[in-house]
């Protein structure tokens, strides 16, 4: 059976036996935080809001800090994210509403996007999906088995065709056959290689010849194990190609999601999915407050 | 998007001109920025923790030389105690059993199926192996068929039994096949797999008490964050496997991870994954990892020169 610690069950045992918040309490946060890789900068912005609410309060004890605590992660979150998705839906004005997928090597894209067709499709949808990782060993194949897995077209090239022509030929296939979702997967790239990172430029420009648009959605997925270096991703992705959406996986596995706060507190790209498994049905729809919720094991 | 350890250490030593020696006081502050550093690097929270403490001790009383700058001694010491910490000397796979068995262990994605390539790719061309690779991964789509692809581009046969979802079973009957048609080499990929996850731990055990491996290695994407201790923690206590590889790093990951999992586990780290490509393979380098870890270049050797 898979269990995880929470952040709350981590802070209470961090602080127990305290009545009042002081250094030592502030410290075990510190480290609640830093290990759950919320990252430096956004823990100690987390705690010097902390230490200036105690300041003003006369006194906190630890269950209030809890509270406290949940209420500044809340508002970190909602500061620079924009408003909660509601459900696996597409606006009904674009149509084929187009989403490209990008991230770095093994974070979860091809994975996310047969979880993603399988909720629209259930959302009455009909979907594409556009094989465009024609580099690495059997991608496209294991975009197919996503495929038929789900009951969606898959359109595909040759392995080490042009991405872009993929993209073009999904999306006309798409528009043809009246096709309200699109989806195209791209190869898992490092931010720091600068040839790729244009690849994806050129992906993005060539569906405007078929859709004026689109891309509508660009979505980021980003491995929820991922340390600091999630933020150089953000980054360097934004840069690239306008990411307006966030993707975390893995996040079925220990003690994770501080990542998400860190990004939340970085970045103005609202986080709009969570993985958290492998199979068809392990994708959510984040909601920040159902996220705070789970942080502290409600 | 980081500054320099050198130059943050610069910076706080130029408060303390004239000091000719590294004392408590003068190292606390330094040592803040070291802590600092290696926690944006990814370096486990407690693993930092006791590292600087054993940098202080170190550093305390050190005389400082008038040529060299306090902050350039220290981090002189800093890199050295962590080159040392990840380092001796870089050790090879051993081989001894025929044919001799390698088994593949990790997180989803982390470069599990890449890597075996990789290896059978460098053994067969740089040690004359003859390999056989083995396809264990029966859950993610198109596995069998990604590990295939590898073995053609870089001419290694691929065992695979397309409708089994037995991998202790394909292991035993793969290790059949190596002897009869006279493969010294058994490299056995495996589905990627959460260390919480029971069922799944229980299955790679069986793999190794079926196969008794010559080596166990657990491959780690480079860019993990502070989980990467408790990860491999718990498949080392499962597997007490042999070594580490850290993958992607032509990224720009500082891979703090590498110094967390020697310090917990304390296995070697073997190899290094620098690409997607089948020879995008490197043995490990302490020293050049402890300059990473710490965001520099080459401030060491312009230390050693002083
Ligand atoms: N536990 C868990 N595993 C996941 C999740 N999402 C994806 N995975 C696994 O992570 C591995 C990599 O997933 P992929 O979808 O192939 O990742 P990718 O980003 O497309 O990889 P590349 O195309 O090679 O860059 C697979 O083993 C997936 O099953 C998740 O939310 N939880
Ligand atoms: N840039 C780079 N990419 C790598 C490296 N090693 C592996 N990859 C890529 O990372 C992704 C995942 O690699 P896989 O070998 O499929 O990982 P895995 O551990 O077998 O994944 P699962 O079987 O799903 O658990 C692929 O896109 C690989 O091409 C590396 O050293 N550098
Ligand atoms: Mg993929
Ligand atoms: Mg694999």
């Known amino acids: ?298 | 998007m980081f500054e320099n350890l050198s130059e943050r250490l610069d910076r706080s030593f130029k408060l303390l001109k004239g000091e000719g020696k590294i004392t408590e006081i003068n190292v606390a502050e330094t040592l803040k920025d070291v802590r600092k550093a290696l926690l944006d690097a990814d370096v486990n929270y407690k693993v930092a923790k006791q590292f600087t403490d054993t940098v202080k001790e170190k550093a305390l009383g050190q005389n400082v030389l008038t040529s060299v700058k306090p902050s350039q001694l220290m981090v002189k010491i800093v890199h050295d105690e962590l080159a040392r910490l990840m380092g001796g000397t870089a050790i090879d796979v051993e081989l001894k059993s025929s044919p001799a068995v390698i088994l593949m262990s990790g997180l989803q994605g982390s470069g599990k199926t890449t890597f075996s390539g990789k290896l059978a790719n460098m053994l067969k061309s740089k040690k004359g192996k003859n390999p056989l690779l083995v396809a264990c991964d029966v859950y993610r789509p198109a596995a069998i068929e990604q590990l295939r692809v590898l073995g053609e581009q870089i001419g290694v046969p691929v065992y695979s039994e397309i409708d089994s979802k037995n991998p202790v079973q394909i292991a035993l009957n793969a290790v059949k096949e190596a002897r009869a048609k006279g493969h010294d080499l058994v490299i056995v990929d495996t589905a990627g797999r959460l260390a919480i996850d029971e069922q799944m731990m229980n299955e790679i055990a069986a793999i190794k008490k079926a196969l008794n491996p010559d080596e166990i290695l657990f491959v780690v994407d480079s860019m993990t964050g502070q989980d990467a201790v408790n990860t491999a923690k718990e498949f080392n206590e499962r597997l007490d496997f042999n070594g580490v590889v850290l993958t992607k790093l032509d990224g720009d990951t500082r891979g703090g991870a590498a110094l967390s999992i020697r310090s917990v586990v304390d296995k070697p780290i073997k190899f290094v994954g620098t690409g997607e490509k089948m020879d995008a393979l490197d043995i490990f380098h302490p020293e050049r990892m402890a300059d990473r870890i710490l965001g520099m270049g080459d401030i060491v050797s312009l230390v050693e020169r002083a």
Do not use: C
């Open chain 1, 1 to 298: 059976s898979k269990t995880k610690e929470n952040v709350f069950t981590k802070i209470a045992r961090a602080i127990a036996g305290k009545s009042k918040v002081d250094d030592e309490v502030l410290d075990n946060l510190e480290e609640v935080l830093i290990t759950s890789d919320v990252g430096v900068d956004t823990t100690l912005k987390i705690i010097s809001r902390i230490e200036k609410r105690v300041a003003s309060d006369k006194f906190v004890n630890t269950q209030e800090l809890t509270a406290i605590l949940r209420d500044e992660i809340a508002s970190l979150l909602t500061e620079n994210n924009t408003e909660d998705t509601e459900g696996f839906t597409t606006p009904d004005d674009k149509k084929p509403y187009v989403i490209m997928v990008v991230g770095v090597n093994g974070v979860g894209k091809t994975t996310t996007i047969g979880k993603l067709a399988y909720q629209f499709k259930k959302a009455g949808k009909k979907v594409y999906l556009g094989a465009a990782d024609t580099f690495r060993a059997a991608a496209v194949e294991q975009l197919v088995i996503w495929g038929e897995r789900v009951g969606v077209s898959v359109i595909k090239q040759k392995m080490g065709s042009d991405p872009a022509s993929v993209a073009y030929d999904t999306l006309n296939s798409a528009v043809a056959n009246d096709a309200d979702v699109v989806i195209i997967d791209t190869a898992g790239r490092l931010h720091n290689k600068i040839n790729l990172m244009n690849e994806l430029t050129k992906i993005k420009n060539v569906m405007k010849k078929v859709v004026p648009d689109a891309p509508h959605e660009i979505l980021l997925v980003l491995d929820g194990s991922t340390g600091q270096n999630a933020f150089e991703q953000a980054k360097q992705f934004t840069a690239a190609t306008e990411v307006n959406a966030l993707a975390i996986t893995k996040l079925d596995g220990t003690a994770k999601g501080g990542v998400v706060i860190g990004i939340s507190d970085h970045f103005r790209i609202p986080v709009k999915y969570i993985g958290l498994g492998e199979g068809m049905e392990d994708l959510q729809v984040f909601q920040r407050k159902e996220f705070v919720n789970s942080l502290f094991g409600e």
